[in-house]
């Protein structure tokens, strides 16, 4: 008690505490500990412990001033290092701290639950997993996720607790921590988050209260904050909002009178038909009783509170479900009994009350899994039964069935897929089970195992 372990002497050299020893001869071994005399207070916050090594330290017979210490958070079964707090902060582990004041410093653990992993294209960083490396099998990224949103190039997290995460592309601020820096770790952004949604460059979030904010990219208008100046810190747009999406260019939300609003470009009527304008800068109102949203790159899927799905705008690859490759001015209905929709870039998904997933538009990767390429399909195909969430990126499509298990087709050149190839799937293959949410950008990949 109150010594560290500090060197072997003799027949036995280092510095780590286990050490191996070939007996072939008589052997000397000096094991040299160092009195702790140093204030160093260490806490440990969930399961889990510390172990201090020194490292450096003083020639003088005081050493407790500069004395150089490595920190070791070791979590028990179960549980994972999530990060240092006090005289050190940050994720590294271990940690080296000088030791030349009384200092205190805390491990944090967290019960593993709710785990995000993450797939396929990493020059961002969007996967999260502290490197720019492509993943083609899942990669772990952060613990304690409740929902999961992406961007094309960023991928953006809320946590247990409500705080919005978010990683990878930054170049317009749309990860909102204030800076124009790619990052390859999640960064906070903000707490008391209900909801949040990625566009190209830039994002949307809504807080408990009902405030919505955006960052980033805004030269179309679609933060809607009245301007076209890009924001690399969140900035108010509108209360009382319950419900977001976003496209490659254009920002939707739902307020709690079920008003649907949007901002940004409007080139082929995505937000609204009643004038010519090719973007808005605010919000304008395009529909009313509305219960769900969702947006693809130059188009927009709602659903209203009679279960009607709608779409409008561009429609060049099918993806409004009309039977058309026109583009729409106005919204028009597509299907019944509808509970959700989602949006790639070129296609569109939607789930029935009865857990039928539906599929259009754009299918030259296979991304629809009907077994075959098609540049337009135009009206509605079954893409798979008993589904309970859906997610289009650009050409490939990830779900989730009702016994949790996760599936995806389409594109898999950055192994987007997460089946730990770059094989293209015309079908869907199964890639994970105890999966509850997903989501899909450009060509990565996020879901969260319970």
């Known amino acids: 008690e109150n010594w560290v372990f500090v060197r072997w002497e003799g027949d036995l050299e280092g510095s780590s505490s286990t050490a191996s020893l070939t007996f072939d001869s ?19 916050e969930g399961e889990g412990s510390v172990t201090e090594e020194i490292v450096e330290m003083p020639e003088t017979a005081d050493y407790r001033h500069g004395t150089i210490v490595r920190l070791t958070a070791e979590p028990e079964e179960g549980w994972l290092f999530v990060r240092w707090e006090g005289a050190v902060d940050g994720i590294e ?18 019960l593993l639950q709710n785990q995000l992993f993450a797939v ?20 772990f990224s952060m613990n304690d996720v409740k929902a999961v949103s992406a961007g094309s190039w960023h991928s953006l997290l809320i946590k247990g607790d409500g705080t919005l995460w978010g990683m990878g592309y930054n170049f317009h601020g749309q990860l909102g921590d204030g800076t124009a820096t790619d990052q390859h770790t999640p960064v906070m952004i903000a707490s008391d988050v209900i909801g949040a949604d990625g566009g190209e460059n830039h994002s949307i979030f809504v807080t408990a209260d009902g405030t919505l904010y955006a960052m980033g990219d805004n030269s179309e208008g679609q933060l809607g904050d009245g301007t076209i100046e ?37 080139s082929d009527h995505q937000l609204s038909s009643d004038t010519t304008d090719t973007h ?13 949203v969702a947006a693809g790159k130059r188009f927009t899927l709602y659903i209203k509170s009679d279960g009607t799905l709608w779409s409008t705008g561009g429609n060049a690859s099918g993806q409004l479900g009309d039977g058309t490759i026109e583009t729409r001015l106005s919204p028009v209905q597509v299907a019944t009994d509808v509970i ?75 192994g987007q897929l997460g089946d730990g190839t770059t094989t293209q799937r015309l079908r869907s293959v199964m890639i994970d089970s ?17």
């Open 93 to 110: 582990n271990p940690v080296v701290i000088t030791v030349d004041a009384e200092k205190s410093v805390t491990a944090v653990f967290e």
């Open 230 to 266: 890009t924001r690399i810190s969140p900035v108010p747009v509108d209360s009382e909002v319950k419900n977001v999406a976003i496209g490659e260019w254009h920002s939707l939300y739902i307020k709690n009178d079920g008003s649907l609003w949007g901002m940004g470009r409007n």
């Open 280 to 292: 808005y800068i605010t919000p304008v109102h395009i529909d009313t009783d509305v219960i769900h």
């Open 120 to 139: 396929g294209y990493n020059h961002n960083g969007q996967l999260g997993d502290k490197t720019r490396v492509d993943r083609h099998v899942p990669a």
């Open 26 to 44: 008589d052997k000397t071994v000096n094991a040299v500990f160092a009195l702790k005399e140093y204030s160093l207070n260490i806490h440990v």
């Open 434 to 450: 105890e999966v509850i949410t997903a989501a899909s950008g450009i060509y990565h990949s996020l879901y969260v195992i319970e």
């Open 340 to 414: 959700f929709a989602a949006a790639g870039r070129d296609h569109s998904l939607f789930i029935t009350s009865d857990g039928t997933l539906m599929g259009m538009g754009n299918n030259t990767e296979g991304q629809l899994g009907s077994g075959s390429v098609s540049s337009s399909i135009t009206t509605p195909v079954v893409v798979d039964t008993d589904v309970i969430h859906a997610s289009g990126g650009n050409r490939h499509t990830i779900y989730i069935k009702a016994d949790n298990t996760l599936w995806a087709m389409g594109l898999n050149e950055h």
